[in-house]
Structures are given as structure tokens and as C-alpha cells.
């Protein structure tokens, strides 16, 4: 099974353990040698669900949107996107250069083709930006694909 995942990143420590609580239930749900997490291993949810991924026994597949992303997240964040990086089973390029919501809305689309089912760590409040949860979701309806919206009860971003 081929899970991708979409998410709010910058979410608050509290909220963060709630959703990794949620992301490790749902794990379980899947059998390890056949669960492939499909992700941009973003900071938030999108390394989360790697990470809770390969800790169940599962691969990873990477996404990677443009040639600048790594620079583009933060600098706290790249020893675990490199680490995520280098276990990955595969690793999928744009082809685009700029790290900006065209080459994220890019990487996503790619996400989504690559995968049987989204999760998506959403509020279900509009995108901030070109690119952003909801917009990724929106994509993956239009196309078919299920979504299953994980989002902690009572919480905000």
C-alpha cells in the first residue's frame, strides 16, 4: 500500500503530539512489508509519517519538488530530511529548480499520482498559499484518489 501525505507544517508541540499519535495508530493499519510512505519529507507531518513509516518496517519514497527545497526548509530541520533522504527506496524529481508553490504544487501532484491513498494532516480551511494542504487535497479529489483528512479534535494552527 502506498500512502502519501500532505500536512500543515509550523503546528504547535502540542498539536504535533497529537498528530503523531494519530500518524502512529494509523500505521498499524498497514501491513510493514507492504506500506510505502510516499513524502516530501518536509518538517511536520510529511516527516512524521516517514519516520513513523520506517520505524513500523515500512520504505519510504521521496518526492522532492525542486533543487532548492532542502535549502528552502529550515536549517533545524535538514539533518532529519537528510537522514529520511538517504533512506529512501526511491526518489522522484520535478525537474524544477526554484523552490516556490509552482515546484511544491508540482512535487504534490507527483505525490499523488505515486499513491493509492493521501493523508492529509488538514484543518480543512482554505490553503494559505498556492499550493498549500488544501489545495493538495482538492487535487487528489479531483483525481479520485481517497483522502483520509487526520486532524486532532478541537485543534487549531
Same mark, same amino acid.
Given at each position: 500500500?502506498?500512502?502519501?501525505?500532505?500536512?500543515?507544517?509550523?503546528?504547535?508541540?502540542?498539536? +504535533?503530539?497529537?498528530?503523531?499519535?494519530?500518524?502512529?495508530?494509523?500505521?498499524?493499519?498497514?501491513?510493514?512489508? +507492504?506500506?510505502?510512505?510516499?513524502?516530501?519529507?518536509? *518538517?511536520? &507531518? *510529511?516527516?512524521?509519517?516517514?519516520?513513523? $513509516?520506517?520505524?513500523?518496517?515500512g520504505q519510504v519514497e521521496v518526492v522532492v519538488p525542486?533543487? +532548492?527545497?532542502?535549502?528552502?526548509? %529550515?536549517?533545524?530541520?535538514? &539533518? $532529519?530530511?537528510?537522514?529520511?533522504?538517504?533512506?529512501?527506496?526511491?526518489?522522484?524529481?520535478?525537474?524544477?529548480?526554484?523552490?516556490?508553490?509552482?515546484?511544491?504544487?508540482?512535487?504534490? +501532484?507527483?505525490?499523488?499520482?505515486?499513491?493509492?491513498?493521501?493523508?492529509?494532516?488538514?484543518?480543512?480551511? %482554505?490553503?494559505?498559499?498556492?499550493?498549500?494542504?488544501?489545495?493538495v487535497v482538492a487535487y487528489a479529489q479531483r483525481t479520485?484518489? %481517497?483522502?483520509?483528512?487526520?486532524? %486532532?479534535?478541537?485543534?487549531?494552527?
Amino acid at each position: 500500500m502506498r500512502v502519501g501525505i500532505t500536512g500543515h507544517r509550523g503546528l504547535s508541540t502540542e498539536v +504535533e503530539q497529537r498528530v503523531r499519535a494519530i500518524l502512529t495508530e494509523a500505521v498499524t493499519e498497514y501491513d510493514a512489508g +507492504e506500506l510505502v510512505a510516499v513524502s516530501c519529507i518536509a *518538517d511536520g &507531518p *510529511d516527516a512524521w509519517w516517514a519516520e513513523t $513509516v520506517l520505524a513500523h518496517g515500512g520504505q519510504v519514497e521521496v518526492v522532492v519538488p525542486a533543487q +532548492e527545497y532542502r535549502e528552502s526548509l %529550515p536549517a533545524s530541520h535538514w &539533518p $532529519v530530511y537528510d537522514r529520511l533522504y538517504a533512506a529512501a527506496a526511491e526518489v522522484h524529481h520535478t525537474g524544477m529548480t526554484a523552490s516556490d508553490s509552482a515546484a511544491h504544487m508540482t512535487g504534490s +501532484e507527483i505525490l499523488v499520482r505515486l499513491s493509492g491513498v493521501l493523508l492529509a494532516v488538514w484543518d480543512g480551511k %482554505p490553503a494559505w498559499g498556492f499550493g498549500g494542504t488544501a489545495d493538495v487535497v482538492a487535487y487528489a479529489q479531483r483525481t479520485g484518489m %481517497p483522502v483520509r483528512v487526520v486532524w %486532532p479534535n478541537g485543534a487549531s494552527r
